[in-house]
């Protein structure tokens, strides 16, 4: 038990849920090391979301009240951090989720695919049967309703190559990862430097916020939005808190 007066609770609580999640079989070894990534630039930003962040967040948010079929892509560690966020999220935006494994095995998805369903999901695309073009086998396999035939796809933790190949099959790609400096930060659409923990419910609650708004405010909003100027300001977030705390 960690006590919840610990100066770092929450980050403690986010490692037992990977750990969990690795017992339980639904996020891989290789999740850990992710985790262990995500947690130094997070360190690094200050454990908060940015300015920069919450702007992303709320393109990001824009972005699938206008798409036409959204999915959101769930991997190992996203099952393990935020299933009932991204559950709440899915139904807020009308976007079902896809589990969308990089080291996959059929039967750590069809574990996945459990655990969300006995969390109350009841949106889930489950079929295997189209590749995405130009990723070697395992690692393409998506449902040819779900993230191959969407316009616009969410991916929390998502890599780098898998990232690009969905932007190169013309879908807008919403990657949320804490490193600003990551090839996935770079090639998608919007990127939103932020933890998970914080990220999915910010989305969701800006979706449902501006779910009524007129569709061209939504579009402004998304044409307004340069991720690479995000992306800088999110390192200069970064670096100014490195400084204020190196006074
Ligand atoms: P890329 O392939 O895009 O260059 P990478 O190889 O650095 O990325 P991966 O190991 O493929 O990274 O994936 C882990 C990524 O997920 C890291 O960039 C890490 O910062 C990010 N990440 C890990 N945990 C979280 C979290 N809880 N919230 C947000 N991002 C996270
Ligand atoms: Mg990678």
Avoid: W
């Avoid at 360190?43 to 036409?68: D, P, Q």
């Avoid at 309703?145 to 780098?160: Q, T």
């Amino acid at each position: 038990m960690i006590p919840k007066s610990h100066p770092r609770y929450e980050s403690l609580m986010t490692r037992e849920k990977i750990i969990d999640g690795v017992k339980r079989g639904i996020t891989s070894m290789q999740g850990l090391i992710a985790e262990g990534r995500g947690e130094a630039f997070d360190y690094l930003m200050g454990e908060k979301t940015t300015k920069t962040a919450l702007e992303a967040e709320k393109v990001a948010a824009s972005l699938l009240l206008l798409a036409g079929r959204p999915v959101i892509s769930v991997n190992g560690n996203a099952a393990a951090l935020v299933p009932d966020e991204l559950i709440k999220l899915g139904e807020a935006v009308n976007a079902p989720l896809e589990v969308n494994l990089f080291h996959r095995t059929e039967g750590r998805v069809n574990m996945i695919i459990e655990h969300l369903r006995s969390r109350g999901a009841r949106s889930i695309y489950t079929k295997s049967d189209a590749f995405i073009p130009g990723i070697e086998h395992e690692r393409a396999k998506v449902d040819s309703d779900g993230i191959f035939n969407a316009d616009v796809v969410l991916v929390p933790l998502e890599d780098g190559d898998r990232c690009k190949a969905l932007a190169d099959m013309g879908k807008r790609v919403i990657a949320i990862d804490l490193n600003p400096l990551s090839r996935t930060a770079r090639t998608a659409h919007i990127t939103v430097v932020d933890n998970v923990m914080r990220a999915v419910p910010n989305i969701t609650g800006f979706a449902l916020d501006m779910k009524l708004s007129e569709k061209e405010a939504l579009q402004k909003t998304v044409r307004e939005f340069d991720n690479s100027e995000n992306l800088a300001r999110s390192i200069d977030e970064l670096t100014a808190h490195l400084r204020s705390i190196r006074k």
